[in-house]
Structures are given as structure tokens and as C-alpha cells.
């Protein structure tokens, strides 16, 4: 069997966990629930069949500190950091380039640092089954997640041909990759069937990859083999700042998946949530008797069904139910629950404002 | 004229105000409204019309240091403190005994030290108008806030004939002191006419209420005078310690004005507000557009009729209208207006948990 090479893309600097998150250490940082980090908890999850020396992860300068930090047992050469964000594609070819360097056989398992994921052994069989598949069928194999309910906020991905075979883990051949729909598109999705989460978990071979790179890419392609020329160099730091910063923005799903033909589904069951508010980290949380979640000292008088999180110092509620309260530093969010969304307002008007302190 | 002495009780360790008033910082050493605290407003009112030399305080040990910050020039002999607090009368009956010392003659204003006033000018007419009468008939006089809804957290003043002169403020013979009523009652009262609030502001020429301190509660009028004769001596703080600590607790209303027959109200119809909870202070503070009220640094995202008061750092609230938070030191406060009288209720379980880093 080819080497398995993991890619963890850590780079994203995601504002929803304000004030929690900030710039200096986004949400994958955080210990949002548990005694891990999101991203030690992803690193967790491919370490069980993956040696640590095969994992990457792709940050960026800012977050540097925090991550070398978070990850004292990784090679510090498998820390790669973008100059500047440049959404998915580029950032796997990136490091497409490094595992290809390695080993132009291996397989490469890429995957977000920020979601939950708690059924580790499931985990771990559903990728081994996408991985038997990218290399039977040389297809680039994405995991998708049974849907729970018409949710407006992912991808969806449509499937075709059901490919299993004796394996216990569904496979599929892939129809099509859709956006973001509406109410009424995602509840057509669900009575249809068929469709699954897109949930940002793909597998490859690292060549069949890079073959599609220079077929749907193939500017990307060229400036990547440039870059790779120079991995190892004194001057790689440079050639990464003068070529990778001047690639397209573009993402993995609207570069390649929507129009490659050889994309396959394997079906995850696991336990999944890419916790995209502070909403759905009090769901994903053990509640007491009133509903409460409490991380950090809180009293509840009159309040149910609210959320606290506070580093450090009393957080007091009375009187309010269904409030999110965190406290983090020097900043203070009190949420009306299911209007967590909106604290990207917060972080855009003092990023508006040059308020950095809060950033 | 006689000398005007002025005693302001300043030893209350009010918890209505938590997180912002602390064991060792009440609510009359607050910030609440502009630039000084309530005592420091207090002790402008007074210095208007006596010099500060007569201006005494009554705390106690556990403020000392907050009391004598904020009061720099006032003498520190006048800064009296009590070993234990004992409410209202054994307080006054204190400072009676130094004021006696200075004058025998004079006339003493007492008032409490964490009341919002603004009308400094007709405060002022009003006292002085209080002096007058308390000069003229021997009498011990309260000054009675013209009622502006049947409010049940204040006790009420009756009044008898009306003796107001060629005076514009109105002078009244007293009929009798009302415990806080209930709201039917309290409506009565406003509809039959002739009550007052009583604000716990009194005036009387020291002999005429060491008078009726040897009439009333004769036990305690031993034991002052056994205080008295100890004051400037080393041993003084010893002999308070030992005869204070034992005084019965009662409030002048009780001990004295609810029996005592010279008794004469003085109508004030100044601006007076006791600021009983968070709630007041969003009442007398200036709104924004949206009803908002904000001290520190704040963000309202979809929030309306809110109040937030921050000593640092940011508070960001969304999507809630009508709550109040307050972020001072350690602790942090997120109530819904309308339930601010339940602070207590945080106050009361700390204190039974021990959590004293929080009091």
C-alpha cells in the first residue's frame, strides 16, 4: 500500500468564535470543547494510521507561535506556511508539492483543522476506504456526510453509480458538486436523496492530483513546480512570497471537483459538525438540568438554556434565557443565541474601526 | 446663625451594585453618573454652604483607604469609623458627640452618601430652609421628596399643618413616619395627598436630638456619652470597639422619628433619585437613538433599551434588547433589565460559597 500522507489546512482565520477567536489564534486553536484544540484533535485523528512525520499542515506566519506551540511532536519542515491566504487549491498543491518530493506514490488525505469529529475508529475506517478507492480507481475521493437536515450552510454533493463493493462503508461515484443552496433547494436535496455534506475531507493520489491540477489549473501548476524547484533552498521563503502570493484565489471544489469526471463519494457516518457558531458549540455541549453550559466560573439565576464561557473571572446571568456570554481577554460577547452568525458584524466593524487590540 | 455641621453616612455596603460596588468599594464611592463618585457629589453639595472642616463621615475600617483617596480635603479627625455597623441612629448619635464637642449650638444635616441629586442650588435653599425650622422650633427635621409614583421600596412621611411662611419652600408640621408600604397602600397615599418620600435627610440642632436620644433610647444615649468622653484620648478606638460593638442596632426612623412629637418636614423638590438598582442608573443616563447607554467601550449590533458599563475592554452585545451588563475586575454581570433588584441574590451566594475574590 502507497504512504499515506496527511494534509491539515490551518490557515483559516475564522471570525465566528469571537472573542475567543482572534487573529493571532483562530477558532482550529482554540479548545472549544475538550482539553484539545480542534487542530490537535485533527492531527489526533490521523495519527492513528498515518506515523507524524506524513502529516502537514499549512498555516501562515501570524499563526506561527500558536502552531509550532500546539504541535511540539510534528517536524517543524512539515509546517508550511502560505505568505498570503489563497483558499484550497493552491494551498493542497502546495503541499501536494512537499509529499510528491517524498514520494510521487503516495497518497494524500487533505482535511480541515476546525471541525469535530469524535468517532475516531469510524474516522479512521471511512478514510481508509476513500483511500482504497483513489487507488483502485485512480478518482479523487471526497467524504461526505449523510445529512441530518436541509442546511443552507454547506455544499452539497450529488452522487451517481454506487460503486461498494463487500465494504461496509458506502461508495460512490460522484454526479456533480453543488454551492451553498437555498431552503427550498436543500429540502428538494434531502426527499431526492442522494446528495451528502460536502465536508472538506478529500483524498488522493498525490500524481492523479496534480494530473488534474495541470489539466483544470494549469497556471496554478506551472507556478507550483516552480515553487517546488526551490523547497529546501535558502531562497524558498522568497520564491513562496513572489509566486504563491501572485496565484488565483481559487477553491478545490470550483477549480477541479466541479469539473474532473474521476470523483468518488465514500460515505461518513461519523459524527460531524464544523461548528460554525457559537450556536453549535452549545449544542455539540453537555447541558445541566436548566439547559446551561457553563465553561469557567458562572452563576445562573432565572436563566436556561444559555451558554457562558469565560477564561478567566465570574461571568453572573440573571434573568435571560438563550443567551451566548463569552468572555476572552479584553473582549466581552453577550449573544442572543441563534443570532450568533452575526458576530462576524463585530469583528468586521472594529477590523473597519482599526480597533486591532480586539482582533 | 449657628454653626452647620454636616454628618454623611458612608459605611453602607450596598450589593445592589455588584459587580461594580466590592466589599471595600460600596456603591457611594462609584462613578455611577459623571466624573465623581456619589459621595464626592455629596460632599459638593454640602461644601456650598459650610466649610469642610464641619463636614464629618461615618464609615467603616474596611473603606478607609477608598474613603480617604476620595476625600482629600477633608480632615482626617473628621473621618469617624465605625467598629460594626448599627444603623441609622447609634451612627448619627456618633457623630453628635464630636459635633458637640465643636459647638453644643450647632445644627447638624445628615444625610446618606449615595444619592444622585443634580439641583445643587435648590438643594441647598432646601437645607437651609430645614436649618430655619430646626432652629426656630427646637425641632428635628426631615426633608420629604415630593412623590412621583406610589413607589413601595420607600418609607413615607405624613404631614400635619402646613406652618411654611413667607418661604418658598413648603414647611410642614409632621403627623407621623410610614414603614415602605405596599402598592395599594402606596397609591392611597398619593391619592390622599400630604405624603412624602422619606429620603433619609434630617435636621436638627445636636442638643435638641441628644435630647430625644435621652428620651427615646436612653440606654444608648449612656453609652455615647461614655464615647464621648474618651474621644482624642489613644484609648478611644478601644472604647469604641468594646461600647459601640454592643449598642442596640436601630435606625433613627424607628428609634426616634416614628415617636418624638417636634418633628417637621421640609418639601424638596429637587431632582433625587437613591439609585436602588442598575435599573435607576439607565434611567438617569443619557440614551443614544436606539435607547442605548454605554460606559467603556462598547459595540450594540440589533440591541435596543440597553446598558452596558465596562471598567476595560470591549463589550460586544447582539440581537438582545432590555439587559444590562456590567464588566468590572473580575466579574462580569449580564441581567435583564427589570430583574436588577435580583443582583442581591448573586451577592448572597458568593458570600454563602466563600468566593470572596468575587465580593
New interface residues.
Partial sequence: MNDIYCLIMAGGSGTRFW?KSRVKKPKQFLNIVGDRSLLQDTIGRFSAFTPTENIYIVSNKNQAEVLEGQTPLLPKENLIYEPVGKNTLPCIGLAAMFAEKENPDGVMVVSPSDHLITDEKLFSETVLSAVNIANEKDGIVTIGITPQYPATGYGYVQTDEDITGENAIKQFKVRRFVEKPDKNTAEGYLNEGGFYWNSGLFVFKVSVFLEAVKEFAPALYADLRKIQKDIGNQTFDQTLDTIYGAVESISIDYGIMEHAQNIYLVEGNFDWNDLGSWESVYQVNEKDGNGNVQSGEA?F??AKNAFID?D?????????DD?V?V?E????????R???E??K??VD??KSEG?IE?L
Fill in positions: 472573542p452563576i439565576i432565572g469565560t478567566q473571572g465570574l461571568v453572573a446571568l440573571i434573568g435571560l443567551v456570554v468572555k481577554g479584553n473582549a466581552t460577547l453577550v449573544c442572543k441563534g443570532k450568533s452575526e458576530v458584524k463585530i466593524q472594529l480597533r480586539y
